[in-house]
């Protein structure tokens, strides 16, 4: 059922109406160490494509030098794909901003300056966070949207936006971010 999208009632009732946040199922077979189990275990997660690859031993060291803890955070910037070359400097540092969710919203904003910025979106009343301001709001206004998107592209995953490594779909995901940014008052 999983694999086609749907979910059991039980799983709807835990989870609401709604989903504020992103879940995930983590499966932890009960007896790691046999060999079938883990072959069916990545079998699995083959079929899923959506399942995250099971840590390896590196991912639990914690870095406490300076020099391991900035080759650890290098490393980590290297999940979410580099501005492309021909960007401009402000748009290089906007895609980053964005990837690392610190591009101006109003999310931040009304932590920062709560009298001036509502703590919840302009359009709809969700929570303002940046992936809802810029992708997933369905009530967003015409002047939030970006010619260049399409209303099939916004079915399309955030997080695998962000991933994307070619000029044309880093330009949709700026030009997205502040024509939104804009509309909900964030830029002002």
């Not at 999940?79 to 960007?87: D, E, I, S, T, V």
């Not at 206004?141 to 209303?151: D, I, M, Y």
């Amino acid at each position: 059922m999983f694999l086609k999208g749907v979910l059991p009632r039980s799983v709807l009732r835990m989870l609401g109406s709604s989903l504020q946040e992103d879940h995930g199922i983590t499966w932890c077979p009960a007896h790691e160490s046999v060999g079938r189990n883990e072959r069916a275990d990545r079998i699995a997660r083959a079929l899923t494509c959506r399942a995250v690859d099971m840590p390896t031993q590196t991912d639990y060291f914690t870095p406490t030098l300076p020099r391991d803890i900035l080759e650890s955070q290098r490393l980590a910037w290297q999940k979410m794909a580099p501005p492309q070359r021909k960007l401009t400097r402000r748009q290089s540092r906007d895609w980053r901003q964005i990837q690392t969710n610190t591009y101006r919203n109003i999310d931040t904003l009304s932590k920062v300056r709560s009298s001036q910025f509502a703590d919840r979106g302009p359009w709809c009343g969700d929570a303002p966070i940046l992936q809802h301001i810029t992708w997933t709001c369905q009530q967003r206004p015409a002047e939030g949207n970006s010619p260049l998107t399409t209303r099939n592209e916004f079915k399309r995953s955030w997080e695998v936006r962000l991933t994307q490594q070619d000029l044309g779909s880093q330009r949709v995901i700026l030009d997205q971010a502040e024509r939104a940014a804009q509309a909900s008052g964030a830029l002002e």
